[in-house]
């Protein structure tokens, strides 16, 4: 079987959709653990914001006039992410995903790195990332639970704003090495990001609130971390989840103190040059 691949079209966005959500859906109820995308609806949704986005380049693969995958990889910074490759489950196993990767790298072949992050029980897709080049360097887990100590003295927590994005590139650039100034901006126009403050500069961000996926934060110190997720906490009301690269244990066990629970475990892969973060942070799928 020889597939096509083509680009994604925005009439693509409910067949891709429904192929995620079933593609998800497999591989984490065969291994006990909850979808990521609750619904078709859901993803259709997912599916239609990829393939609208400027900065998100997407690939389709195609067998007798059927979609049968998809493949998206954010180019708006520096540091090019795949941010979802689903395959039709009946079609899994028969090299569709390494040409819908192939296209995406091929598509990415002037970035000085390409980053992903993987379900770590995929026992399928980290396999062929690894074929392709792509090196573990971070062991994540999905924590998701609201702080039982509440906020923290000294710090002011607030809505992140436009007005925050060239602070928050200074820290990101000091913290992680490089920035993701394009995908913070997507975020202030789609989601629910958030600052902390400590003598009125911004020592901490993160970038939604409620939704992991979109998830991404930095910060300098482990205590601007603690304050920025205790105190999102506080002003939504809600649970805060994301990825957290548990080598940073203290702040692992922290989590873990303040009633934070495991979901399931990932991994974040990179291909190419890769800076090893100097402070406290946590990717988004896309980071």
Same mark, same amino acid.
């Given at each position: 079987m020889v597939p096509h691949i083509r680009p994604a079209m925005e009439?693509?966005?409910n067949e891709v959709g429904r192929i995620m959500h079933d593609a998800f859906r497999g591989v984490a109820e065969a291994h006990g653990f909850h979808p990521d995308l609750e619904s078709v609806e859901e993803a259709a949704n997912v599916a239609a914001m990829f393939i609208a986005s400027p900065t998100i380049f997407g690939v389709v693969a195609e067998h007798d006039g059927q979609i049968i995958g998809s493949n998206f990889l954010a180019e708006g910074d520096p540091v090019?992410?795949?941010?979802t490759l689903t395959i039709e489950p009946r079609f899994q196993g028969r090299g569709v995903g390494r040409m819908l990767m192939e296209?995406?790298?091929?598509?990415?072949?002037?970035?000085a790195s390409v980053r992903l992050v993987a379900d770590a029980f995929n026992i399928r897709s980290v396999p062929l990332y690894a074929s392709m080049g792509f090196e573990v360097k971070e062991p994540l887990l999905l924590m998701r639970g609201t702080p039982q100590s509440g906020t923290s003295s000294g710090y002011v927590t607030r809505p992140l704003s436009a007005d925050d994005v060239a602070a928050?590139?200074?820290?990101?650039?000091?913290?992680?090495?490089?920035?993701?100034? $394009?995908?913070? &901006?997507?975020?202030?126009?789609l989601?629910?990001?958030? @600052?902390?403050?400590?003598?009125?500069?911004?020592?901490?961000?993160?970038s939604s609130a409620g939704l992991w996926l979109a998830n991404h934060g930095i910060a300098e110190t482990e205590a601007d971390m603690r304050a920025?997720?205790?105190g999102t906490s506080a002003l939504t009301g809600e649970p805060i989840s994301f990825?957290?690269?548990?080598?940073?244990? $203290?702040?692992? &066990?922290?989590?873990?103190?303040?009633?934070?629970?495991? @979901?399931?475990?990932?991994?974040l892969m990179s291909k190419?040059?890769?800076?090893?973060?100097?402070?406290?942070?946590?990717?988004s799928v896309s980071y």
């Open positions: 009439a693509d966005a090019r992410t795949v941010v296209a995406v790298l091929e598509r990415a072949r002037s970035a928050c590139e200074k820290l990101a650039k000091k913290v992680y090495g490089t920035v993701r100034t $394009s995908e913070l &901006q997507d975020a202030v126009k989601f629910k990001p958030f @600052v902390a403050e400590k003598d009125r500069k911004i020592c901490a961000y993160l920025l997720i205790a990825l957290l690269p548990v080598r940073q244990a $203290s702040l692992f &066990q922290w989590c873990i103190c303040e009633g934070f629970r495991v @979901v399931k475990p990932m991994l190419g040059e890769y800076v090893e973060p100097n402070g406290v942070w946590f990717p």
